[in-house]
């Protein structure tokens, strides 16, 4: 079946530091991936996503690379800030249309 | 223009009760899902309409959820005899339609039950 595993959490990092949140999947077929951002009190927002393998997606800084012989789509960031702190959630799209997401990491960053 | 919006923000009822949660996709996006986002379960995917095809209710965990999607558009999602471990932020989410896998769902704030 489908399914996503996290770095487990909670993340705590000082400003600029770099960042890394694992992410790996099992999928039959080729699947999207996605990473999506939920900040403090509001909704789900897409952050990145890749639809094939090789792909980069990037966005505000946080790169991810879909990696199918890890089947891995780890995020990065050079140097966060503080406006990073959020719970990011790894997610891969299935041709069936649902996505199934990982557990979700809390992230905060310290000033 | 305007992004998915769902009513109410909150809810809280009393166990046993029915409720119903609503949720507003942008204009023109042909598929619409339900989520649930829970503490112990993280975010479960719970039904996914595309169209006029029939729902995908795979994710339904109890006959006391259904939901329906009227005119392609507005869609309600209803929990009968409510229990607590009902309680979860219930998130929609809609998108384009146009592509097997590809697409990006945008989903709402979603709404934060608790079933007392």
């Known amino acids: 079946g489908n399914s996503v595993t996290q770095m487990e959490g909670p993340v705590t990092l000082s400003e600029e530091a770099f960042l890394t949140i694992n992410c790996t999947y099992t999928a039959t077929g080729y699947p999207s991936l996605f990473w999506y951002v939920q900040y403090p009190g509001e909704g789900l927002q897409l952050l990145l996503k890749?639809?094939?393998?090789?792909d980069k997606g990037s966005n505000k800084g946080f790169e991810a690379t879909y990696r199918k012989e890890t089947t891995s789509f780890h995020l990065e960031k050079g140097s966060v800030q503080v406006s990073d702190s959020a719970v990011y959630f790894c997610?891969?799209?299935?041709?069936?249309?649902?996505?199934?997401f990982g557990q979700g990491t809390r992230l905060t960053i310290n000033p | 223009g305007a992004g998915v919006s769902q009513s109410p923000s909150n809810k809280v009822t009393e166990k046993g009760k029915d409720v119903e949660l609503r949720c507003d996709p942008i204009?023109?996006?042909?598929?619409l899902y339900w989520y649930r986002q829970s503490l112990g379960q993280g975010l479960e995917f719970l039904i996914y309409?595309?169209?006029?095809?029939?729902?995908?209710k795979s994710g339904l965990p109890s006959d006391r959820f259904s939901a329906e999607r009227t005119g392609g558009s507005v869609s309600t999602l209803t929990i009968q005899r409510t229990q607590q471990e009902d309680s979860a932020v219930y998130l929609c989410?809609?998108?384009?339609?146009?592509?097997?896998?590809?697409?990006?769902?945008?989903f709402g704030p979603g709404t934060r039950l608790t079933v007392l």
């Open positions: 989410a809609s998108s384009p339609g146009q592509g097997l896998g590809t697409d990006t769902q945008y």
């Open positions: 997610a891969l799209h299935p041709s069936t249309q649902k996505l199934v």
């Open positions: 204009s023109g996006h042909t598929a």
């Open positions: 309409f595309q169209g006029n095809s029939a729902p995908d």
């Open positions: 890749a639809t094939k393998a090789d």
